[in-house]
């Protein structure tokens, strides 16, 4: 295998004898060296200006040399966003510095399956994995009964296409899911069958599997102390100390009036001590009754030199924070801007701030809504939030879908290229 050095010199090689000229009176590798500073998410809209373009901003050098020679202040991070099955629709790229929106092509098509829906979205590197999830299956029976998914999708930017990995072991959707820091791994744990559908349906699981990036095979972990689905997951610690921790999520259910379902939804903490064999242990609850009745939509913000990362919850148009000393929540701000419509609500993390999208027209009536689902998609407002300098700024972007998106189904994580 050639050294990392040698490596970038070929590729330097390949775009000097990149033939026509990349921009006329200037040399290939200098050319190349100009264009790598146009932000990724122009990149798709670029390949249509000519021919020389089109190989530039399509050859498998592009992101080597933007890491080479752009400082990592200029990568803009992007958000990945699944408006609707990815087996039918295409995901897009938003990069909210240039708000610029760029497609990606649809996940190779299952004839027998759709609807796919409730699964997990992470990005290591340059590659983008799509795991599990809930669908229908024409193969099964009932035809209209969602069953869990074990697929497992791999995104290449380099190449610019989808490929199939090994299936998880157990099929899951709704579950909590990390990638492990500086390995090639990724843990997922708990989850079930439950379809945006349904409200209150579905299986639920405690199964526990990690994903050997460099091997493509799933090995099966210790499981979780009782059933959890609809939870989130983050490591917490560095090394040895490194801790796989699980919040919130749903198990057991009950019913009202001995017909309508509703989940028991948990208040505690379970983690995961990964230098243990995978041994876990339970944490209290981290509100008191009455307080709140499940966990709002968490983010994770990485806090650089610390070992325990930032954990932020969006709960009725307030932002807390998590407090592992205490294991507890502190408010941290309010929303500048409230919605009508608090669950319909998009939060994600990107370089360190907190991003809430919600739709400029959130505060109509929902007849409004409906009598314009048949046009094309509304305004998205998006209010940022900076922990560190606790200062609110905003910005709105026209999405390209034809349908307003709907945060309450959409799947989002973040890119960095």
Known sequence: MAPPSLTVLNQESQVQTLNPTIIPGLPNDLAAIILIFVPYSHHSRLKSICKS????????????????????????????????DPLIASPYLFDPRNLAWSPLPPMPCNPHVYGL??????????????????LFDTRSFPLDYPC???SAFRFDFVSFSWE??????????SFACAATPNSDKILVAG??????????????MSSVEMYDIGKDEWVPLDGLPRFRAGCVGF?????????????GG?????????????????????????????????????????????LGKIVVVDDGPSDAPAVFMLDRGDIFRYKMASNSWIKETSLPRKTSDESSVGFVALDGELHVMTHLNGAKSKECQRLRQQKRSATILIQIYHPMKKLWRSVTTKPPFQHPLDFKTAIMCTVRL
């Open 117 to 134: 829906c409730n699964f997990t979205s992470i990005c290591i590197g340059p590659h983008l994995y799509v795991l599990g999830g809930s």
């Open 235 to 247: 490591f917490v610690g560095n090394g040895e100390d490194r801790e796989f921790w699980v919040m």
């Open 53 to 84: 373009w089109k190989l530039f901003f399509s050859s498998k050098t592009i992101i080597s040399l933007r890491q080479k020679h752009l400082p990592p202040a200029t990568l803009s991070p992007l958000l990945c966003i699944f408006p609707q």
């Open 250 to 294: 749903y198990g057991e259910s009950r019913t009202v009036s001995g017909v309508f379902p509703v989940d028991q939804y948990y208040r505690d903490v379970a983690v995961m001590e990964m230098k243990n064999g995978g041994k876990w242990r339970e944490l209290g609850d981290m509100w008191e009754e009455g307080e709140r009745w499940k």
């Open 148 to 150: 869990p998914s074990s």
């Open 164 to 173: 199939t990995l090994s299936p998880m072991i157990n099929p899951r959707g």
């Open 191 to 204: 989850g079930g069958s439950r379809h945006t559908l349904f409200g209150a349906a579905g299986s639920r």
